[in-house]
């Protein structure tokens, strides 16, 4: 008989397509003193990747360049029957690649702000000046469907 964890947790595919239409992902790196440093971030999957492009001088930039380790959770739900969401931990990548961030922000931008890559072209291509991209690499990924159990608390 299956366990719990092998009735709510996603298939490969079922994470590729809750990953490509959720809308915020929780970002985590570690601070200099060892603490966590979380933050909501707007991404793109390319590649079958999480891209996300910031600031150069962002802290986040600044913990990744020094311990690449950390962690992304996208989920949703309110009640316990209808929690879901993806968790990974891996490394970043700081990549300082005006193209790829252009990538990123057009992809972001027709998923967050609904317009066109043709409306969209003139603010990402100003916007991603002083920007990197971000690339999470995962190696290890949890994830979960509570609608999936019968008679789960609401």
Not at 28 to 39: E, F, R, S
Not at 122 to 150: M, N, T, Y
């Amino acid at each position: 008989m299956a366990n719990v964890r092998d009735q709510i947790q996603l298939t490969d595919d079922e994470i590729r397509d809750y990953l490509e239409r959720s809308k915020t992902v929780i970002m985590g790196t570690i601070n200099h003193d060892g603490w966590p440093h979380l933050v909501p971030m707007w991404y793109s999957m390319l590649e079958g990747k999480v891209h996300m492009h910031t600031y150069k001088t962002s802290q986040k930039v600044v913990n990744i360049q020094r311990d690449a380790r950390g962690s992304i959770l996208v989920e949703d739900g309110t009640t316990y029957n209808e929690l879901r969401g993806v968790f990974m931990r891996g490394r970043f990548e700081v990549r300082d690649d005006q193209d790829l961030c252009y990538a990123i922000g057009i992809k972001s931008a027709v998923k967050y702000m609904e317009v066109t890559e043709e409306q969209a072209s003139p603010f990402v291509r100003h916007q991603v000046r002083k920007r990197v991209a971000l690339i999470f690499h995962p190696e290890k990924v949890s994830s979960w469907d509570h609608r999936r159990l019968v008679g789960a608390p609401g």
